[in-house]
Antibody, heavy 125, light 108 residues
């Protein structure tokens, strides 16, 4: 079964650092882009960025560039989203999701077909 | 960046009725690379439609997508009780990918 399993909920203080994870199984991790999506409480979905684990090529939305870092460790089929200094406004549910396009000599643009269960991050003093 | 505007914000309907949801893009979506997702409370989004009109695996045929360029539509032919949820469109033809703000389909 193809699935993405995310790390558990986190409660942090402003200024602290955090790295959350998304472990893939059931498919070749280096064959598809993996993205991160933020959902603030009661709000809609926001595309943050994505990474191609095959060569760690990473793209960010301008809204999130410089605010977070996306990375991947292909040896353990895991993608990461990290913050160096959290703010209260980072409180949200974070989802990882796989783009369905299978990469060969190129990677087709595609929708997110597999989603993780979400990681709730709460930042409060 | 392509801005997606969904309408209406909320749709109040009864089971068995049909639903038409709109997604308008601020510029043409390349190759009709537009998807629709369904999200229920406490759950991750689920892919319904990709490439504007292709149903994802396991999605009932009461869900259909259409459109091209800047105007796209998700149609639910006959609402089942499990279809009451929030629906998002997303374009993936250019970077950054972007989502619409969502349409809530609620029970009337």
């Amino acid at each position: 079964e193809v699935q993405l399993v995310q790390s558990g909920a986190e409660v942090k203080k402003p200024g602290e650092s955090l790295k959350i994870s998304c472990k893939a199984s059931g498919y070749s991790f280096t064959s598809n882009w993996i993205g991160w999506v933020r959902q603030m409480p009661g709000k809609g979905l926001e595309w943050m960025g994505f990474i191609y684990p095959g060569d760690s090529d990473t793209r960010y939305s301008p809204s999130f560039q410089g605010q977070v870092t996306i990375s991947a460790d292909k040896s353990i089929s895991t993608a990461y989203l990290q913050w160096s200094s959290l703010k209260a406004s980072d409180t949200a549910m974070y989802y990882c999701a796989r783009e369905m396009g299978y990469c060969t000599t190129f990677c087709p643009d595609s929708a997110f077909d597999i989603w993780g269960q979400g990681t709730m991050v709460t930042v409060s003093s | 960046e392509i801005v997606l505007t969904q309408s209406p914000g909320t749709l109040s309907l009864s089971p068995g009725e049909g639903a038409t949801l709109s997604c308008r893009a601020s510029q043409s979506v390349s190759r009709s690379y537009l998807a629709w997702y369904q999200q229920k409370p406490g759950q991750a989004p689920r892919l319904l439609i990709y490439d504007a009109s292709s149903r994802a695996t396991g999605i009932p045929d009461r869900f259909s997508g259409s459109g091209s360029g800047t105007d796209f539509t998700l149609t639910i032919s006959r609402l089942e009780p499990e279809d009451f949820a929030v629906y998002y469109c997303q374009q993936y033809g250019s970077s950054p990918r972007t989502f619409g703000q969502g349409t809530k389909v609620e029970i009337k």
